[in-house]
């Protein structure tokens, strides 16, 4: 008898594991897709001038809310990994001419150049100098896509590829790119400066691109002529602070710190 009323009470307790664990499931993809973050328009810090008021008049969309993709489109995770595995569903591949320099230290510095497909809105020659992310070169999809963009507006670009960073360019002298050498950029744009004379530059850059730009920029004030504008993307201000908040495991940061410097890795032991 006591056996029977055991046995009937096992289903119960099942079910209430299966629920348990639903619940869990539920909890950690509602915890990882970031569903409950609120939407909003991004927070504008700014200083009141006239080309920020052009800004902002040119460019409403810097005032609404964004409202992401549903399921995935809150999760910077999700969105991290699709894009940079997968790309655009179809991702553009818009047709450069490779150019390659010789440093004074003997290192082979190589850009790629991309030409407008159409005149440019306000019928000038215009051209972009890129500075892509760490590791990275103008075959990357990011970078094709957004020259893939600027071309169709009427703007020439140059791509810089970082020392070392593609893998069919060996290296000529004893060093690959760092995180705040400027020579090869600057090549680039004295290229740039002299192949077209009339040409008036804005100088862009992506992630650690844009502290190698704005570093340019701000090292001698020669580099500065016949720049329109700078935009950097995503830069990161302090390596110091940087380097504190990716040893921690918030947000899978330490995950990324791995990732990268396994990258790193195997760009360095590629060119031993």
């Known amino acids: 008898m006591s056996a029977i009323l055991e046995t009937s009470e096992l289903p119960a307790v099942f079910d209430g594991v299966k629920l348990a664990a639903v619940a869990a499931v539920l909890y950690v993809i509602v915890r990882c897709l970031n569903l409950k973050s609120p939407t909003a328009p991004p927070e504008l810090i700014y200083q009141d001038s006239a080309l920020a008021r052009f800004l902002l008049k040119s460019c409403p969309l810097l005032t609404k809310e964004y409202i992401p993709p549903l399921i995935w489109g809150k999760s910077g995770h999700i969105q991290t990994a699709l894009y940079g595995k997968m790309g655009r569903v179809r991702s553009p591949h818009p047709y450069g001419l490779r150019k390659y320099l010789t440093m004074p230290d003997g290192a082979t510095a190589t850009f790629d150049l991309f030409e407008p497909r159409s005149e440019h809105c306000i019928g000038e020659d215009v051209t972009m100098v890129i500075c892509p992310g760490i590791a ?34 060996e290296l000529t002298s004893p060093r690959m790119f760092t995180y705040g050498c400027t020579w090869e950029f600057g090549a680039m744009v004295n290229y740039i400066k002299k192949t077209y004379p009339q040409t008036k530059l804005v100088v862009v850059g992506f992630s650690l691109g844009g502290n190698i730009v704005c570093k340019y920029l701000g090292e001698s004030q020669a580099n500065q002529e016949r720049v329109l504008c700078c935009v950097s993307v995503c830069q990161g201000y302090s390596a110091l602070r940087a380097q504190e908040t990716f040893m921690q495991w918030d947000h899978c940061r330490r995950f990324y710190n791995f990732l990268m410097a396994d990258n790193m890795k195997k760009i360095i032991l590629s060119h031993r």
């Open 136 to 169: 990275n070169h103008s075959e990357k999809q990011y970078i094709r896509t957004f020259v893939d963009y600027a071309q169709k507006n009427g703007y020439r670009c140059a791509v810089l590829n970082h020392l070392g960073a593609l893998p069919n360019i």
